[in-house]
């Protein structure tokens, strides 16, 4: 029930937005967009007489991926594709049968050519068979004809080989189901590689045979057995998925060293950590016992995870431990080394020495640059768009993340302007080939089970674009028509970003008024960037339940993005102020306005979170209100009155400001053009349009940290 009714809230928002643009009808739906795409003018209809035919049906994932495939097209449109050629085909055409691991370099690339009689998808690989069918079940659509695949002809590829999302299960831990569902999103947007961070200060979440105090002492009894990671390589692998663990060293390892608190820097005890931040605890580089502990887990590690790559993190170790140990500092002098760094570079290669030994690859965060490192271990780059530049520049592999951090709840427009190798990169020619792609970072620390799909999607299906499609593919709101789209599919692949279950409050009946108000009004407003959620609320730690306002809402509201574009639609529209426009306007702020009135009314008592909340409320509600006293000005021609004008005014600057709810108003932008409006009503006949716009656009501030 809450999910139909948050589609159909939603539906609205994405129709009011699909008739302003211009020429939209018609595009494809595709995300990411294909390398090359031809459009016809037929359909090949989906009904009962269609089949599918796979001419290599030894292909064991092949046929997997195929009935993963029907099942998709029954789930929506109700047809049974028959598993064999019916009067219309799928055909599916593979040259080789991939029978091992995906791992990096795979060929990706598939044919597939639509027309009324049939379709045809051929591919080099099985992988590339699998991409196909990812596009196959977004290009199915319904009109008044009924189900069917549009006429087209597509060539593609992906643009980078390492398109990535990392899922961090050790600061909140999350179970098996949740990877299962994301990478079932990762399979529909073409993403390649799962990056598993496994273990944190938080929690050590994986089981060690060799040394299960690890995960006895270091995780509250939340980590993956070892059957579980092997189904989740296979769950994958089935998806044409690498699965790449983490383990981060030397730093970011208090769970370790609750077992083992003798290995570390200082003398310890040491107990999991539940707050946030950069914490001292390390591993003493000097004890030689450290790396038989490394040498023994790694090679188990090794063993249980296929990919030829192995992440040793390397980031964000703050020296503290070591410069308080004087052996440790005597050591430093006595080898010659350079400080503290110098110590994590002679740590790195006892490591890499390690993972060689075990058959691995290393991949680490870009701390870990050193001219040393061996050739071919890959650097993640996550402090600065620099840092891929300065890795290519020594010679090594790199991937990015500096940019498409999710965690830090910035738009999809952010994240798919961030390219990593723009037309203008700084980048020499044989730089640009070690650029291997990128990875979205699903940190975990605001994040749990009821709400991570909520952050990863469909925000990493932009994502996903800029790493698979090609560079001139940057059309922003193309992508957000598409990714509307996009999101709806992900939901029906089983991602969770739309499940309302996730907002409640003990005490509220979700079915009450104030359970959908409480919907609604999470619908609207988009939790605080960066790490500023931090900053405004302290207290909370890895044990705080997650039921606040800001857990609820999304990254972004395409609910409010779709208004702040109808507003400008209808401000900037020729002639006479458009009244049916007006009403849907209208109609829209006072749903919202409504819904948040009643979560102001809902019991506070005592409770700093619902007072926070109730604040967020009676904000939403005010600019709500302004929005249509402003529209009421507009519509009557007159310019708004002083009074209303300043209780706009207050209503957007408290609108503004930061609170313990920690949440961020994102409809203050279609409110500020309302009110730059109904401050000069005749501006509108008066200037010429660009001017207008210009003018309108000003009224918007720009946040420092969303340039
Ligand atoms: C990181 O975000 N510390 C890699």
Not at 278 to 299: A, H, I, Q, R, S
Request: hydrophobic residues 40%; contains cysteine; aromatic residues 6%.
């Amino acid at each position: 029930m809450f999910h139909s009714d948050r589609i159909a809230r939603r539906a609205a928002g994405v129709v009011i937005l699909l008739g302003l643009l211009a020429g939209g009808a018609g595009a494809h739906e595709l995300m990411p967009a294909p390398a090359d795409i031809t459009e016809g003018a037929g359909r090949l209809t989906v009904d009962a007489a269609l089949g599918v035919a796979v001419d290599r049906p030894e292909d064991a994932r092949l046929r997997a991926g195929v009935a993963r495939w029907t099942e998709s097209i029954r789930l929506r449109s109700g047809v049974a594709v028959a598993t064999a050629r019916g009067a219309a085909a799928v055909e599916i055409k593979t040259a080789a049968v991939r029978v091992g691991m995906p791992t990096l370099g795979d060929d990706e690339t598939y044919t597939l050519a639509i027309d009324e009689h049939g379709a045809v998808l051929s591919a080099p690989t099985t992988t590339g068979a699998l991409r196909g069918l990812a596009t196959l079940t977004q290009l199915l659509q319904k009109d008044d004809h009924g189900w069917f695949l549009p006429a087209v002809v597509i060539k593609d590829g992906p643009r980078f080989p390492w398109r990535g999302l990392l899922i961090d299960v050790a600061r909140h831990w999350e179970p098996e189901e949740v990877i299962e569902r994301n990478l079932d999103g990762m399979a529909l947007v073409k993403l390649n590689v799962l990056h598993l961070h496994l273990t944190e200060n938080q929690g050590f979440r994986i089981e060690s045979k060799l040394y299960p105090q690890l995960q006895e002492l270091g995780s509250d009894g939340k980590y993956f057995t070892q059957d579980q990671i092997r189904h989740i390589i296979a769950y994958a692998a089935d998806r044409g998925i690498r699965v790449v663990p983490e383990f981060d060293l030397p730093g970011h390892t208090t769970s370790w060293l609750v077992a083992y608190p003798e290995l570390g820097s200082a003398p310890g005890p040491y107990s999991i950590e539940r707050h946030w931040g950069v914490f001292d605890p390390v591993f003493d580089p000097t004890n030689p016992k450290v790396y038989e502990l490394l040498d023994g887990f790694l090679g188990e590690m090794a063993e249980l995870f296929p990919d030829d790559y192995l992440h040793i993190g390397g980031d964000e170790h703050n020296g503290v431990q070591w410069t308080a140990n004087p052996r440790i500092q005597q050591f430093i002098r006595d080898h010659g080394l350079k400080g503290n760094e110098g110590l994590q570079t002679y740590f790195n290669r006892k490591l890499q020495a390690i993972l060689a030994r075990h058959g691995k690859k290393m991949i680490g965060w870009d701390e870990i640059l050193q001219p040393d490192l061996p050739p071919g271990t890959v650097i993640q780059s996550w402090r600065g768009p620099a840092g891929l530049a300065d890795a290519v520049g020594h010679g090594f592999p790199a991937i990015l993340s500096n940019g498409y951090y999710i965690d830090l709840n910035y738009s999809a427009a952010q994240h798919y302007r961030n390219d990593p190798l723009p037309a203008d990169t700084p980048i020499p020619p044989a730089g640009q080939k070690l650029v291997l792609g990128g990875e979205a970072t699903m940190w975990g620390e605001w994040v749990t089970p009821s709400d991570i799909d909520t952050r990863i999607w469909p925000r990493t299906a932009a994502i996903a674009e800029r790493l698979w499609s090609p560079r001139s593919v940057t059309d922003v709101e193309d992508m957000y028509r598409r990714l509307a789209i996009a999101d709806l599919r992900l939901a029906e692949a089983g991602t969770h970003q739309d499940d309302e279950s996730r907002i409640r409050v003990p005490g509220v009946d979700p079915a009450s008024p104030t359970g959908a108000a409480l919907r609604t009004l999470a619908s609207v407003v988009q939790p605080v960037t960066h790490y500023k959620r931090g900053g405004l609320q302290p207290d909370v730690t890895q044990l705080s339940p997650p039921n606040d306002l800001a857990d609820w809402c999304k990254p972004e509201s395409l609910e409010a993005r779709s208004f702040n574009q109808s507003v400008k639609a209808w401000l900037l529209a020729d002639g006479a102020l458009d009244v049916a426009g007006a009403n849907q306007l209208r109609a829209q702020l006072i749903l919202w306005g409504r819904a948040s009135e009643l979560v102001v009314r809902a019991p506070v008592a005592g409770n700093p979170i619902a007072q926070a909340r109730a604040k967020a409320a009676a904000t939403q509600a005010a600019l709500c209100q302004t929005g249509l006293d402003c529209m009421a000005a507009l519509l009557s021609g007159q310019r708004i009155g002083p009074s209303q004008n300043q209780e706009a005014t207050d209503a957007l600057a408290v609108a503004a400001k930061p609170t313990a709810a920690a949440v961020v108003f994102p409809t203050t932008d279609g409110v500020h053009l309302l009110l730059a409006a109904a401050e000069d009503p005749s501006a509108r006949d008066r200037l010429p349009r660009q001017e207008w716009a210009a003018q309108l656009q000003k009224s918007i501030p720009v946040q420092p940290d969303d340039e």
